[in-house]
Structures are given as structure tokens and as C-alpha cells.
């Protein structure tokens, strides 16, 4: 049952990227502009655009430009980044590295903090310390993500002088530099994801402290910290963990706003990029990545739901 | 945000239903009247007082070429809710009916179609906005129209699985067993009991809009300059953080007026009309 579920979610990723590489191919070739004469430049006689397009594969008919790019990405081979003249695969690894490292540490942070609060809003539900975290939560939701990143650097790089304000830290300048790098990004970040799961996690604690078990808890006379923590929560963090693993997909559009107002060289900069210029190669790599790692999370999302609940049955949702 | 246990029923509406409607109502004339209450025109330049600070003569100040922000928000808002009303009634009006006919009539066409889909939501959003944009030029219109068809499938499955439910009711046996068409079962009866969930879609829907659409422009793929779109007003205010904060911040506290407006509304109305809903926040 749960091979041959994991099997056709599998085939599903693959055919889910099968076609965003004829999406983005057929994308790419209904440009006007052509890779050739992106690394020619405006100058180009129509001689040397025609030995260029002819050394890229340019004149070949569509199908077999396609087959042969696409047989390259399944060797591993991303291509020439047209605009950079360096092969895409270490660009590529780098900018994902960066970009791992940001996503890794707002998850964290959200975790944590959504964790928290959402405890904290069940616990004194419908008195101040309740509301005062619904309204720190939805104001990370009612502004888009660049605009709080805004707002962060207005306050602690312009006003107060604190952390840098773009860029990433490099492992030369030390591990310190890194970190103050990172503050700010991972911040913007998690607080566009923290009502989301903080109000998770206050529901389902909610729907948890009626039980009966809390209050057989309750009767034994344990104090009420030790309810909460070691009888409660752990029965409400099934769905939240179903929240971040879904979340950690929906990331990927929140990295590409944040990367770009903190200039933070990740993927989603690098996409960005890609995209002003026109660098095909670089654009069509990071799409398929980003599509790839988009998927995988979902998968990850429900499979991690049913191992922690195995009354859920896998597949159901597709009957 | 209510629990749904205290306000129940037809009784006084709800603090949120009430600052929600306002707030709205205010959004709406703005949008109306902006080329009247809109102090300069918005691509007015006043040379000798860039970068000006808010003041009487400039209320929220002026940007890099001296123009009155205050002015180019209130005709943003314009922009910012076109966007939005356009995307909304393209991924409800077409994401409605996919809805009704797939989980009406099921079998083949239904089970294709939610394959589709589902492809479609395979996609991480932004990257299927971005492919469309970036291939053809970028506009007002056309970020509008790649944002509703986006919506179209959370749109269509919401639709579908509201229609599974009501498949099973009473009142439709009984519309079957009278020989009512197809069409009359959906637009006369499934439509009145689906429209109150629908609303609520749709107001989430145009929040959505609007913040995607102001990621869109200031990632530079969407409305272009010299419009007075908020996203863009952010993203060129950017550089002036420093000195002017007011030509950045001032297009974003009226985002957040819009969104929360929006949001409230939604939240107000979902208590009201179907108050079985509510709590599940």
C-alpha cells in the first residue's frame, strides 16, 4: 500500500517536471530575444548571429533542441549560463546552498516561535495575552514579506547601525559575520509564516484541552505547566507539523521577495536575476530546481503526516 | 479573531463585521474619488522640493523627482484593487463553475480535469506568474489576468468538494426525484447554499491578489514605472530608505490598511453567514 503509494507520487513528480520543462522551454523560445544574441550583444552582423546560433544548436527544429537539452539535465549537465559565460551548475549550487541555509534557519525560528505563541494563545484563549499574539501574527500577513524586510533594515541598519542590511557572510570573514547576515533575512521570513502556524497549533491545542485525558490529568492534581507541556502539546502538534512541512514549500515564493530586498545571493536572486536578463540557461535551471524542491516537499508534507497519524490513510485525499 | 462561540446567530453584527465594512466603505470611495481627493497629480514633478518630509503642503511627503506620495498612493489604490477585483472575478468566475459541473456530473471529464489541476498546483505559484509575465510584457492587465487563472484551481476544488457535500442532501434527491435539469440543481439550488462559503473565498482570494500582484511589481515583473503602483512605490523608495522612509512606507501602511479591511470583512461575514464555520481560524 504505501510502496505503491510512494511509487505514484513519484511518477506524478516526475511528470510534474517533465512538463514544467516543456513549459519552460517552449517559454523560453517564445522570447524574442534569443541566446545568441544575448552573448553577441547588440552589434552582431547577421553572419555572426547565424555561426553563433549554429555552434548553440539554434538552427536545429524544436523537438531536438528539447530532446538534447533535456537529455543533458538528466545526465546533470544544466548547461552555459549565457550571460555569466560560466557552466550553471556551480552557480546553481552555491546560490541553492545559501539559500538552504536561510530556509533552514526561518523554519527553525517559525518552529519555535509558532509553536509558542499558538500555545500561549490557547491557554489564555480570549484574554490579552491572546490577542496581543493573533495581532503580532496577521501583521506578518497583511504586508507583503519585502515589506517588513523594509522595515527591518530601516530600523536596525539605517537607524540603529546594528546588522548588515544585503549580502551574505562568507566563511572567511567568520562565522560571526554569517550569522548577522543571516538576522534580518531569516526574520522577514519567518514572521510571514508565523500566523499560519501559530494558529494552527492554538486551535488544535484547543480542541486537545477538552479532552478527557486532560482532565483525568487535571484530577490527579498535576500542575497545570506539566498538563500543558507534557500532556497537551504533544497531542496537538500533529497538524502543525502538516503545517510546516506544507509551508516549507510555499517558502520558496516568500525567498525570492526576501533575497531580493536583502540582496542575499540565494536562489531566488539568482531566478531574479536570470530573469531581468534574460539568462536562459540560468532561468530554465533554476525553475526546474525550484519546481523539483517544491514538490518533493509536498511529498515530504504528507508523508510526514501519516507516519505521526496512521489513521490517516495515504492516498485517500486522491480518491 | 472570534472563537465563534459568542456570536452566533442574527443578533448585533460583530466587531470585525462592522470595522471590516468600514474600512471597505472607505477603500471604496477612495478608489472612486482618488483623481478628487488626490491633492497633485500623480506624476506631477515639483523639482525644488524633492525628498521633501511630510508636511501640510505634502501630507506624506514627496519622493525622488519631488512628487506628492500621498497623492500616488490614493491613486494606487486604484491600481491595487482593478488588479485585485480583476483576478478575483476571473479565477471565481471561472473556477466556480469548473467546480459545480466536476462534482455534479463526476466520472472521465470530472477525474481529467482534477488531474490538470493538480498539475497546475504542482507548480510553486510564483514561478508560473513570473514564466507568463516575463514572456509576454508585463502590464497592469496582464499581471491581473496571470493571477486569476493561477487561482482558478484552489477556486475549482474548493467548488467541487462544496458540491460533493450538497450531492448527498435531501433537497437534491428530491430535485431528482421532481426530474429538475442538471442546471437547475446547480444555479437554483447548490449556488444559494454554496454563496456565503464562496464570498469568504473570494475575499481571500483578493488579498491574495493584491499581495501578489505587489511582490510581482516590485520584483520588477509586474505594473511598470511611472505608475503609482504600491509594490513599484516600495521598491523605488527602497533606495531612499535611509534618508526619505516616507515614499517606502507610506505605500505599504496603505496595503495594510486595504489587506486587513479585506480580511476583516471576510472574517465578519463568515461568522454571520454561516457560523458553523467559524473558530477553525
Not at chain 1, 101 to 112: D, E, G
Not at chain 2, 18 to 30: E, R, Y
Request: proline share 6%.
Amino acid at each position: 500500500m504505501t510502496r505503491a503509494y510512494l511509487a505514484r507520487r513519484l511518477l506524478g513528480i516526475a511528470v510534474t517536471l517533465a512538463a514544467m520543462s516543456c513549459l519552460v522551454f517552449l517559454a523560453t523560445h517564445a522570447l524574442p530575444a534569443n541566446t545568441a544574441a544575448l552573448i553577441l550583444g547588440p552589434y552582431a552582423t547577421p553572419a555572426t548571429q547565424a555561426a553563433m546560433e549554429h555552434r548553440l544548436g539554434l538552427d536545429q527544429p524544436l523537438l531536438s533542441q528539447y530532446l538534447s537539452w533535456a537529455g543533458g539535465l538528466l545526465r546533470g549537465d544544466l548547461g552555459q549560463s549565457a550571460v555569466m559565460q560560466r557552466p550553471v551548475k556551480p552557480i546553481l549550487a552555491a546560490a541553492l546552498e545559501n539559500s538552504a541555509v536561510l530556509a533552514a534557519a526561518a523554519m527553525v525560528l517559525v518552529t519555535v516561535a509558532g509553536i509558542t505563541l499558538g500555545t500561549v494563545g490557547a491557554v489564555w484563549r480570549g484574554r490579552w495575552p491572546d490577542h496581543a499574539v493573533a495581532i503580532f501574527a496577521y501583521s506578518g500577513l497583511a504586508v507583503p514579506e519585502f515589506y517588513w524586510g523594509l522595515i527591518l533594515i530601516l530600523v536596525f541598519c539605517s537607524r540603529l547601525h546594528l546588522l548588515p542590511s544585503s549580502g551574505a557572510g562568507s566563511a572567511a570573514q567568520g562565522l560571526v559575520s554569517v550569522a548577522a547576515h543571516l538576522v534580518l533575512p531569516v526574520l522577514t521570513l519567518a514572521f510571514s509564516f508565523l500566523a499560519h502556524v501559530s494558529r494552527i497549533v492554538r486551535s488544535s491545542m484547543l480542541d486537545v484541552l477538552v479532552r478527557p485525558f486532560i482532565m483525568a490529568a487535571r484530577g490527579r492534581g498535576l500542575p497545570e505547566y506539566r498538563v500543558i507541556l507534557r500532556h497537551a502539546l504533544p497531542n496537538a502538534l500533529i497538524p502543525a507539523v502538516t503545517v510546516l512541512a506544507q509551508d516549507f514549500g510555499n517558502m520558496i515564493g516568500g525567498v525570492v521577495a526576501v533575497e531580493t530586498i536583502f540582496a542575499y545571493p540565494g536562489i531566488g536572486r539568482l531566478l531574479v536575476y536570470a530573469l531581468e536578463r534574460l539568462d536562459l540557461p540560468v532561468m530554465q535551471a533554476c525553475i526546474l530546481v525550484i519546481t523539483a524542491i517544491f514538490c518533493a516537499a509536498n511529498l515530504a508534507a504528507d508523508l510526514i503526516t501519516a507516519a505521526l497519524d496512521p489513521r490517516i490513510r495515504l492516498g485517500a485525499a486522491h480518491a | 479573531m472570534p472563537d465563534g462561540f459568542s456570536r452566533r446567530g442574527r443578533g448585533r453584527p460583530s466587531a470585525s463585521l462592522i470595522a471590516g465594512a468600514a474600512i471597505v466603505g472607505v477603500l471604496l470611495a477612495t478608489v472612486a474619488l482618488a483623481h478628487v481627493l488626490a491633492p497633485y497629480p500623480f506624476d506631477q514633478f515639483h523639482i525644488h522640493d524633492r525628498f521633501s518630509p511630510p508636511s501640510l503642503k505634502y501630507l506624506a511627503g514627496t519622493d525622488e523627482y519631488g512628487r506628492d506620495v500621498f497623492s500616488r498612493v490614493l491613486i494606487g489604490s486604484q491600481l491595487s484593487m482593478t488588479l485585485g477585483l480583476v483576478s478575483t472575478i476571473i479565477c471565481m468566475g471561472l473556477g466556480v463553475p469548473i467546480g459545480l459541473l466536476c462534482g455534479s456530473v463526476r466520472g472521465l471529464a470530472d477525474e481529467l480535469v482534477m488531474r490538470l489541476l493538480d498539475l497546475l498546483m504542482a507548480f510553486p505559484p510564483i514561478l508560473l506568474v513570473l514564466l507568463i509575465l516575463v514572456v509576454t510584457p508585463p502590464g497592469l492587465l496582464k499581471t491581473s489576468v496571470a493571477i486569476g487563472i493561477l487561482f482558478i484551481a484552489p477556486v475549482a476544488r474548493l467548488a467541487r468538494s462544496l458540491t460533493l457535500d450538497l450531492m448527498n442532501a435531501g433537497f437534491t434527491e428530491a430535485a431528482r426525484a421532481r426530474g429538475e435539469y442538471l442546471w437547475y440543481l446547480l444555479l437554483c439550488e447548490f449556488l444559494p447554499n454554496m454563496w456565503p462559503t464562496l464570498l469568504v473565498e473570494a475575499s481571500l482570494r483578493l488579498v491574495f491578489a493584491v499581495l501578489m500582484g505587489a511582490v510581482l511589481s516590485f520584483l520588477s515583473f509586474g505594473v511598470q514605472p511611472p505608475a503609482s503602483d504600491w509594490g513599484l512605490m516600495i521598491s523605488g523608495g527602497r533606495a531612499f530608505v535611509d534618508n526619505a522612509p516616507w515614499i517606502a512606507l507610506a505605500p505599504g501602511i496603505a496595503m495594510a490598511i486595504t489587506v486587513i479591511g479585506i480580511s476583516l470583512l471576510g472574517d465578519g461575514l463568515r461568522d454571520r453567514l454561516h457560523p458553523q464555520f467559524s473558530g477553525k481560524g
